[in-house]
């Protein structure tokens, strides 16, 4: 029998960008905790990363020190301009992406304390 939580969460981070660019509502977790703005531009910044990122592999952890602090530049600066992000918005973006892509979606969700699981949608907010 399927784990009610996993039900709930697309299990790749490919299924959770296709909810995504649907429209569709999915959970996640919070990453900033400074209200609803704030962390929808952590996760647009996240999905538009996932995207470009998306079937390309990671290095082996040896290499991660030169690899890391360039990985997800060219995403940020294709977006920045749009968002205004933060350098704390874009080092949770890039986290929150990486961990999803390396480990699966749903398995990190589940992996994050209760109180952070948060719903978001890539139309927010509608009136």
Avoid at 52 to 58: A, I, Q, T, V
Avoid at 79 to 104: C, E, P, T, V
């Amino acid at each position: 029998m399927k784990n009610k939580k996993t039900f709930l969460y697309p299990k790749t981070a490919k299924e959770a960008l296709k909810k995504w660019d649907s429209g569709e509502s999915i959970f996640t977790v919070e990453m900033g905790g400074l209200g609803p703005g704030y962390e929808q531009v952590i996760h647009i910044a996240a999905f538009e990363l996932i995207r470009d990122e998306l079937g390309k592999k990671f290095p082996p952890k040896e290499k991660s020190e030169k690899w890391w602090p360039q990985w997800g530049e060219k995403t940020f600066s294709r977006i920045n301009g749009k968002l205004g992000m933060s350098g704390a918005q874009a080092g949770a973006a890039k986290n929150l992406a990486y961990k999803y892509l390396k480990y699966g979606y749903a398995h990190m969700i589940e992996k994050a304390p209760q109180d952070r699981h948060i719903q978001i949608e890539k139309e927010f907010p509608k009136l």
